[in-house]
């Protein structure tokens, strides 16, 4: 190719390169505390950019386009560019959007009679007089029953014992009624219940302890008066519940009575 076909693109494509830079600036809001970036548009070459915390900020523009500074809570700035800011950074000053505040309006005006005053802005008669009423009734005693704290039958489930006999119930019933009535026991009663000891219960656990007849008969006695056990089982005689009764006294009678035989 010709040499003067390098140079027709080369002053072709000059302009554009010279013609596109990049601008630099600082974005001041007045508030050191607010560090927000600026959004920052080149609205005829249709970029972008955001400024540092510092409110620094760059962009590729080009004489007279329009540059835009965007920042909530502030009013927007839009910027011409010029042959001289191109090459010079330059500062913006966004001025915060003043909040609206809706205006109120009195519409009683205070006559400064000081009586007449208060019985407007205090609550009416009506008003106090119904207060009074309900704290007046929210102290006083409950005149109606509470209803009961129960679950309706229409929201339990069904009762599979209704209709059905309560055989432990009836056992344990006729059971009670089979046993004889407790009655306290006379003199002969009483002998004749110690006699039946004697004979039926094994009192080898006494011996054992070298006790004689003597001191088992006295044994008898002290036990037939702190367990009444002529009162309670005579009539209704158990060789395994006597001897029990005897072995319970006989920790007790051991503690207050020496007994000079030991258990083997």
Not at 16 to 34: F, N, P, R, Y
Not at 105 to 133: C, F, W
Not at 245 to 257: D, N, P, R
Request: charged share 30%; hydrophobic share 35%.
């Amino acid at each position: 190719m010709s040499k003067d076909f390098y140079c027709l693109c080369f002053f072709c494509i000059t302009p554009k390169l010279w013609g596109q830079q990049k601008i630099s600036g600082k974005v001041i809001t007045g508030d050191e505390l607010d560090l927000v970036p600026v959004l920052v548009v080149n609205i005829s070459g249709n970029k972008s950019s955001l400024s540092d915390m510092s409110g620094n900020f760059e962009i590729e523009a080009k004489e007279n386009d329009e540059i835009r500074f965007v920042k909530e809570g502030y009013y927007r700035v839009d910027k011409k560019m010029t042959k001289e800011e191109i090459n010079t950074p330059f500062n913006i000053i966004l001025k915060k959007i003043e909040i609206q505040i809706p205006e109120v309006k009195i519409k009683y005006k205070p006559t400064g009679n000081l009586a007449k005053d208060n019985q407007h802005y205090n609550e009416s008669r009506k008003l106090q007089t119904l207060k009074s009423d309900m704290d007046d009734y929210m102290r006083s005693p409950l005149n109606q029953p509470l209803p009961n704290n129960t679950v309706s039958k229409t929201f339990t489930g069904h009762d599979f014992n209704a209709g059905q006999v309560n055989l432990f119930g009836v056992f344990n019933a006729v059971k009670k009624l089979a046993q004889p009535k407790v009655t306290k026991a006379n003199y002969n009663e009483t002998q004749d219940f110690l006699r039946r000891v004697r004979n039926e219960v094994n009192l080898n656990f006494l011996k054992k302890y070298g006790m004689d007849d003597e001191q088992i008969d006295a044994f008898l006695l002290y036990a037939d008066k702190t367990r009444s056990l002529a009162k309670r089982y005579r009539k209704d005689f158990s060789i395994s519940v006597v001897e029990y009764e005897l072995k319970v006294a006989f920790a007790e009678y051991s503690k207050t009575h020496k007994l000079e035989g030991t258990q083997e």
